[in-house]
């Protein structure tokens, strides 16, 4: 069985975990009502999607 033969120190540790973030949300303006949302996805705000009202019920 593998066993270490030195411990792994906190820097080393963090250089190899440097890149596990998560990047950072990606957001467009709602073309309908300007808010923040994701590309591709219905705004919850007004739901329009690609300038047409898609969902029943939002208030515009």
Do not use: D, E, F, W
Not at 1 to 12: F, G, L
Not at 26 to 46: D, E, F
């Amino acid at each position: 069985m593998a066993v270490p033969k030195r411990r792994i120190s906190r820097s080393r540790r963090g250089n190899r975990r440097a890149h596990n973030a998560k990047p950072a949300l990606q957001l467009v303006a709602c073309s309908h009502c300007g808010t923040n949302i994701r590309p591709h996805h219905i705004c919850p705000q007004c739901g329009h999607y690609r300038g047409k009202q898609v969902t029943v019920g939002a208030s515009a």
